[in-house]
Every structure is written in structure tokens, then in C-alpha cells.
């Protein structure tokens, strides 16, 4: 029987995936990420909680292990819809006049003293020129990127998303947990060798700061211990990223939900301070962002939770794909590198296409 409602993830660095299901009854809708209290399943939340894209929760009944394998990306030949290629034509010229005046804006609320970094977002259309089952995108996207941690999302009233992630926002085991601070992008040198510490600008390094000094400041008082070690260079496909990680313990007062409450969305994919920054994006981002840079992964607060940024992901709709993407933007930062940047992101899900 066919299902509106599954999901597929593999964890970095795994050979083998999990795939949920939920045959009976439909996944939880829920207003807000606090709400998760004691709860647990596999959630799906947004950017920004709403009645068009609240936070779900699928609650499976059924749960197979299966291998990633091998084989590459098997696909039928699609004819190219006239209509639809004019309209992405259209859309993609004024793509980059809009970023323009994004990032001019971000540039006056620096001046203003509103915010002191702000992410814009991109959205691009690509062509269904060859079109494979949403499973079989998955798992090329599992061998292009062992690293990463990879997922299919599918449910009825949320769409079908794919992504290939590196960054965690809650992982443990009900008892320690893990977070990370990361910010600050690099494209991959061709000699690089993983463990090997490049140089940084310090764009990058003061836009990781301010993640990792929100993360610090926002657990600080929900945590029994918390401790971090040094920023240092980690890859994401083909790029690299700066990343501080943190490792800590909650008060016993303190329920998982709220401190992702707290935590989403970080200035990672928001901005400083994380308040006015929201609403900077929620009122001049031309295209909502739904479920880019939310989070999702299995949740239990009394077991195992895996839970990562929707990040590097793309809509698959029905006629087309809608990548996303998005990069900081902080007083130093000139518009044509991080227009780069984004490109260099929004090839990470090209390139599953390809």
C-alpha cells in the first residue's frame, strides 16, 4: 500500500538508512516547537511556525533498516514543459536583481543598528528534464554524501523534501547531548585533506562567533554542564565550514522542547539579534522559506534524538524542483562573494540532479 506520510534518513557516515512510516492516522500538527514535550517521533518543523506550516510530528508504525547499496541514479526521460522553462527563465532573472536589493537592505539595517547579521535566503527553480522516484534521489543522495546526514521527507500536507545536511541542532541520548555552532564557508581546495586546518577571514570567524556566543548564552541557564572546544575547519560536500561544538546536560526542570524552543532558528539561518532579524526575513523575503532551514530528525526525549538543519534541501513538486540555500550576511560582507557562496551551496542539491 502506497503511504502519503513516510520518511527516509541516513546518519553520517552510515551504511545503512531508516525508514519510517505512518499507515494509520496522520502525523501530529503542532503551533509550536514547545509542543514537542512529551512527545516523540520523527519531526518535521519549519522556519517559522504557522497554520500553512506547522511543526509535524510522524508517529510510525512501521520502521525497516535497510542498506544505501550501490548503483547510481536511475531515471526516465521527461519532455520539457514550454510554459514552465519560460516561467523559470523568467523567475531566474529576477533572482538576481532581488538579491541585490536583499543585500543592500541587510546593509541599511547594519547602519540603522537593527540587527548586526542578517541571512538571506534563496530560492531557485530547476527543470524536471529526467524525473526518478523521490526514494531513488535519496539514495544517490546517501553515495554522493557519506558524510552528511541525508533525508527524505514526505507527508501529505507538507510536501516531499530532500537534503543533505552537515549541521546538527540536537543530538543525545536523553541524558548528554550535543550541538554545534556552524558558520563561515569556504569552497574545498583540491589538496585539501580532512582534519587539515585552513585559514579563515575574519568575516567568516566573527559570523561564527556570533553563533557559537548564541548558542553559549542560550543554554547557559537550561543546563546542569555545558562545555565547548575550539572552532576548527570541517567539510560539507564541497565546502567547508568553521564549527564549535558543544556538549551539555539539562537542568532537571528543563524538557527537551524548550531548549529547542530557545536554540531554533539560530543566527545560522537567522541573524543577530535573533528576534528582529525573524522578522526582517519574515517581512522581506520575497519567497516564504516553509520548511528550509527548520529542522527535522527522529525526537525522544527519554531515548535517542538525531536532529538537523534543513539545510542544503530542495521541494519536489510536480513539474519542477525548488532549491534552497541561503548565506550570512554581516557588516564586512560584499554581495558578489556571497552570491558565490550560495551557488556554492545550491550545488550540492544540483548535483544530485545532474
Not at 546517501?142 to 541542532?169: D, F, K, S
Not at 543525545?172 to 550541538?179: A, I, K, R, S
Not at 553559549?216 to 546542569?224: A, E, F, I, N, Q
Request: overall charge negative; some cysteine.
Amino acid at each position: 500500500m502506497t503511504t502519503n506520510n513516510y520518511v527516509c534518513y541516513r546518519l553520517p557516515e552510515q551504511k545503512e538508512y531508516v525508514r519510517l512510516e505512518q499507515r494509520e492516522g496522520e502525523p501530529v500538527a503542532m503551533k509550536s516547537v514547545k509542543d514537542l514535550n512529551g512527545r516523540k517521533g520523527f519531526v518535521f518543523a519549519p522556519f517559522q511556525p504557522s497554520e500553512e506550516t506547522p511543526v509535524w510530528l510522524l508517529q510510525p508504525d512501521s520502521i525497516e533498516q535497510k542498506a544505501v547499496g550501490e548503483g547510481d541514479f536511475k531515471h526516465s526521460e521527461k519532455h520539457s514543459d514550454t510554459e514552465m522553462k519560460s516561467k523559470i527563465a523568467e523567475y531566474d532573472q529576477l533572482e538576481r536583481k532581488n538579491y541585490r536589493l536583499r543585500f543592500d537592505l541587510c546593509k541599511t539595517m547594519f547602519k540603522l543598528g537593527k540587527v548586526s547579521k542578517l541571512v538571506i535566503a534563496r530560492h531557485v527553480h530547476e527543470m524536471q528534464y529526467a524525473v526518478g522516484a523521490p526514494e531513488e534521489l535519496f539514495l544517490h543522495a546517501c553515495r554522493l554524501y557519506p558524510h552528511q546526514y541525508i533525508a527524505l521527507v514526505n507527508m501529505e500536507h507538507a510536501g516531499t523534501w530532500l537534503m543533505a545536511t552537515p549541521e546538527v541542532l540536537i543530538e543525545g541520548d536523553g541524558l548528554n547531548y550535543h550541538t554545534m555552532a556552524l558558520a563561515g564557508t569556504q569552497k574545498m581546495p583540491v589538496d585539501y585533506r580532512p582534519g587539515q586546518e585552513l585559514k579563515w577571514s575574519e568575516k567568516n570567524r566573527k559570523e561564527q562567533r556570533y553563533v557559537a556566543n548564541y548558542i553559549s548564552d542560550t543554554l547557559r541557564p537550561m543546563t546542569k554542564t555545558l562545555d565547548h572546544g575550539h572552532p576548527h575547519t570541517t567539510m560539507a560536500a564541497q565546502l567547508l565550514h568553521l564549527r564549535t561544538d558543544f556538549d551539555f546536560t539539562l537542568n532537571d526542570d528543563v524538557q527537551l522542547g524548550d531548549v529547542l524552543n530557545a536554540l531554533h532558528p539560530t543566527p545560522a539561518v537567522c541573524g543577530i539579534p535573533k528576534d528582529a532579524a525573524q522578522k526582517l526575513i519574515l517581512e522581506y523575503e520575497k519567497d516564504e522559506r516553509k520548511y528550509y532551514s527548520g529542522f527535522c530528525g527522529p525526537y525522544d526525549p527519554e531515548g535517542e534524538t538525531r536532529l538537523y538543519v534543513t539545510l542544503r534541501c530542495m521541494e519536489i513538486a510536480d513539474d519542477h524542483y525548488i532549491l534552497h540555500a541561503g548565506g550570512g550576511i554581516v557588516p564586512e560582507s560584499k554581495e558578489k562573494e556571497e552570491w558565490k557562496e550560495t551557488e556554492m551551496k545550491l550545488n550540492t542539491m544540483r548535483d544530485v540532479l545532474r
